[in-house]
């Protein structure tokens, strides 16, 4: 009988199909034998398919498993239709063990049930191995993890969300004085001194109501020798859910640091009050020196005067005779007395002007008439060293309100160092006059075709006691006075001197004056505020503003006098500890407004390279000065050791 159905099923493409599969499939009659099995099924079983052929199904099955195979079968017996899937071990004819997945359904009706199969204990084996290397990889991360935080010098460690510690290193451990295994399991009472909890405990409570890493200096007691200073990071660590799992916590101790920074500002403030003291000391000497040359100049000019005055008696009288033995001898004596009274009066003017003495005389005066007398005067110097000169006068130069005696000696220094300097060849002496932004200035420019100064040396020219070339002392002579006194003279006259020159080809200076130069309580003047704190800055501007609107300034303009107001008071109070602020309006028609601030302080140093953005200055408000000379219409700046003065215009 069991020929017969065999050669039925051979017979049909199903066979076919059944015997190419490379799958586990075999049929099963009611009582579980086997009805037909493929190639596949009785290689993995160890029988040939004939073996298989009517024997039962749970003879082949491991003895432990019997149970659940027949329990199984008569489940598929009792429900039809019904897939039954069973993992059960099944015994090789070798002996050896076979985990096979399997599931058996018998439909409706039929006198036999289809089961398919797949060895499942290849891949138990592979996951086993898989999980085994997972393992050791773990075990070997951890491992070089543990290296890594024993060799960090800080305080390392991990605690579980009931305040365990999981892990601390080696650092730790030191400062602890304790073994790793004397403190994993154990919570913070239990191993820290109790100087050092409510620190920990402190930081680890932010941690969980932030959810976040926190980050702070603590200092922590009890910890090595005494107190010390820790930098601590503190952060969860999350599970899978996102809920916090452990704390990690990493301090470094930066006692050394703090330690060395302390010392760094005891230094700083030592060197601040020294440096403040030898200032002082050295303002006190430069004020000494000043009160001593002036009153030195002054008893020096009392016996040259006589020695002047009884030279040209004795000159007259020598002249009436008709006698001229001594004459030569007495001109000398009196070229020699005036150019030593010139000297005199450079060392006085210099020392007044050092003092804050120097007082400012105004008036007004033509300016033609005053370049007669300058011309006349250093004419006959000019042309002493054959050279020829030019001037030229704009016919609009007009008038000036100004200090002329002052002016008059910065154009006599400029004049006599041209032609001082110059031989054989050109001076030229032009004056113009220059409106900008509707305030009147004039121009007195001195250009010389001589010696010439090279870049490198011009920066040089207002210092005291100064000469470019060492010799030229013993050449041409002179105290090196004459420009600094001129560019202090003109800053105090509200204008600049700027210079320009080349070696061999000559110099030109240009003094630029205010034609009407506006003093403290002048009909110009309308609001002058003292600056002595940061309170007052504010003051400053809200006054600025009520007299610009008052003016009838543009909102623009508004912004940038209040913008300027700020910056200036501020410069005065940071540079100086205090100054004043000045505003008025100038202009023919009244429509540009003028802010000066003006301090006695010691100046700015680096203001060039301040406004030129190379270097800011102290509390970055070399950055003010910038923004201040951008937005103003007119800006000019004075800056030295009698103090400082910024003027900037702006159109309203």
């Known amino acids: 009988m069991f020929g017969e159905r065999e050669r039925a099923f051979a017979s049909s493409s199903y066979a076919r199909l059944l015997a190419a599969s490379d799958a586990l499939i075999f049929e099963l009659d009611r009582e579980g ?10 290689l993995a079983l160890g029988y040939t398919q004939e073996q298989l052929l009517g ?23 009792e429900r039809p239709g019904e897939v039954v899937a069973l993992r059960t071990r099944f015994v090789q004819r070798e002996g050896r063990v076979l985990t096979l997945a399997w599931q058996a359904v018998l439909e409706a009706g039929a006198s036999r ?22 393992a050791r990889a773990i075990a070997e991360s951890e491992a070089r993890l543990g290296a890594l935080c024993d060799h960090i ?18 650092f730790f451990e030191a400062l602890l004085g304790r073994r790793r295994e004397e403190v994993l399991g154990r919570l913070d009472h239990e191993v820290l001194p109790a100087a050092a909890i409510e620190a920990f405990s402190r930081g680890e409570t932010q941690v969980r109501q932030r959810g976040a890493t926190v980050e702070c200096e603590e200092v922590l007691h009890g910890l090595g020798d005494g107190a010390r200073t820790f930098y601590s990071v503190r952060f969860p660590l999350r599970a899978s859910d996102g809920k916090i799992a452990a704390i990690c916590g990493v301090s470094t101790d930066i006692s050394g640091r703090k330690s060395a920074e302390a010392q760094l500002v005891e230094l700083n403030e030592s060197l601040e009050r020294r440096v403040a003291e030898r200032t002082a000391a050295a303002e006190d000497a430069s004020r000494a020196k000043s009160e001593f040359l002036a009153r030195m100049s002054h008893e020096l000019r009392t016996p040259l005067n006589a020695i002047l005055g009884y030279s040209e008696l004795l000159e007259d009288e020598m002249r009436e005779r008709g006698t001229q033995t001594w004459l030569a001898d007495l001109l000398r004596i009196r070229a020699a007395g005036k150019h030593l009274l010139s000297l005199i009066n450079d060392i006085l003017d210099i020392s007044k002007i050092e003092a804050g003495k120097m007082l400012v005389h105004i008036e007004e005066f033509t300016v033609a008439g005053m370049i007669d007398e300058v011309v006349a005067t250093s004419r006959p110097l000019i042309e002493k060293n054959r050279n020829t000169f030019r001037l030229e006068i704009s016919p609009s130069v007009g008038s000036m309100r100004s200090d002329p005696l002052k002016i008059r000696q910065c154009l006599l220094n400029l004049l006599s160092n041209a032609g001082k300097f110059t031989n ?10 220059q409106i900008v932004n509707g305030r009147a200035w004039i121009l007195f420019r001195v250009s010389d075709t001589g010696i010439g100064i090279a870049q490198e040396n011009i920066g040089q020219l207002f210092r005291e006691f100064y000469q470019v070339d060492s010799s030229s002392t013993r050449r041409y002579g002179g105290t090196g006075l004459g420009l600094v006194i001129t560019q202090r003279l003109c800053h105090m006259l509200g204008g600049d001197i700027r210079v320009s020159s080349r070696p061999g080809q000559g110099s030109q200076f240009t003094l630029e004056l205010p034609a009407v130069h506006i003093e403290a309580g002048g009909s110009e003047v309308a609001l002058e505020l003292d600056v002595l704190s940061e309170k007052d800055v504010a003051r400053a501007r809200v006054a600025a503003r009520e007299l610009c609107q008052k003016l009838g300034a543009r909102p623009l303009s508004l912004q940038k006098i209040a913008t300027i107001i700020s910056e200036l008071a501020r410069n005065m109070v940071l540079y100086a500890g205090g100054g004043k602020v000045v505003v008025g309006s100038v202009g023919a028609e009244r429509k540009c407004v003028f802010i000066r601030a003006v301090d006695e302080g010691s100046g700015i140093a680096d203001v060039d390279a301040i406004l030129a953005g190379r270097k800011v200055s102290r509390n970055g408000r070399g950055l003010g000065l910038i923004g201040t000379k951008r937005l103003a219409d007119g800006f000019r700046l004075h800056t030295g050791p009698t103090g400082t003065w910024i003027e900037a215009e702006v159109n309203l």
């Open 33 to 42: 034998r086997f009805v037909a099995v493929n190639g596949a099924a009785a």
């Open 113 to 134: 049930a289809c089961a398919l199969a797949s060895d499942v204990g290849g891949h138990e084996q592979a996951s086993e191995r898989e999980h085994a290397a997972a």
């Open 55 to 77: 024997a039962r199904l749970p003879e082949f099955v491991h003895a432990d498993d019997r149970g659940a195979v027949e329990a199984g079968l008569s489940h598929m017996l």
């Open 424 to 433: 054989g060849g050109q001076v030229e002496f032009s004056v113009a006059r």
């Open 153 to 170: 010098p800080a305080i390392v460690y991990l605690k579980d969300e009931g305040g365990a510690y999981l892990f601390i290193n080696r």
